[in-house]
């Protein structure tokens, strides 16, 4: 596979077996870019607190552009994912005691730690985790997806900043490919 263009700071979830290859995932990564509300303003890392990070705003929204090709999987002899979901995980690593207090007794677990599911795709968002609704103009009309795989696929999904004030956390962005239409986000909490 080719090197992705990514966003300086976007990182693989998990690093690749080889050294030469990437690991983003089950489908074939082209592109993948984080931008200003504006769809067009690429943002870039600052330093908090000794830290490269993305500093965002409460309430703004970024949008997340992502171009991809699908791929068997298992690669080689699987089977072509005909839709895909999106899936939101948030590793809090601090926050004030407010902030804290607040999502405990929203969420009634603690906030720092690995959230699993996003606030950002819970309750009247949780249709938004239908991957196949982001899918550009380009795209439109590309899910099903295996119907033509060897057709790069364009998706944009508006990231609104949840109201979490002081809050460092390592978000991932994952891409789920499934065989029906996602209708919720799956991550709703009992």
């Not at 007794?105 to 959230?115: A, H, N, V």
């Not at 809050?167 to 789920?176: G, V």
């Amino acid at each position: 596979r080719k090197k992705a263009k990514v966003t300086d700071g976007i990182k693989e979830c998990r690093p690749a077996r080889r050294r030469r290859n990437q690991n983003w995932g089950t489908s074939e990564l082209t592109e993948a870019r984080l931008y200003q509300s504006d769809g067009k303003t690429e943002l870039s890392m600052t330093e908090v607190d000794g830290e490269k990070v993305f500093k965002l705003r409460i309430g703004s929204t970024m949008k997340i552009k992502a171009k991809f090709r699908v791929v068997r999987y298992p690669e080689g002899f699987g089977a072509l994912p005909k839709y895909l979901g999106l899936k939101l995980t948030e590793d809090f690593s601090k926050a004030d005691f407010g902030t804290q207090q607040i999502y405990e007794s929203t969420y009634g677990k603690p906030l720092i730690g690995r959230q699993e599911c996003s606030a950002v795709l819970l309750g009247p968002r949780g249709k938004d985790a239908d991957g196949c609704k982001w899918l550009t103009k380009e795209s439109e009309g590309k899910c099903p997806m295996n119907e033509k795989p060897e057709e790069e696929i364009e998706m944009e999904f508006p990231f609104i900043v949840p109201n979490f004030p002081n809050a460092f956390t390592n978000t991932s962005f994952r891409l789920i490919p499934t065989e029906a239409p996602v209708k919720r986000g799956g991550c709703e909490r009992k």
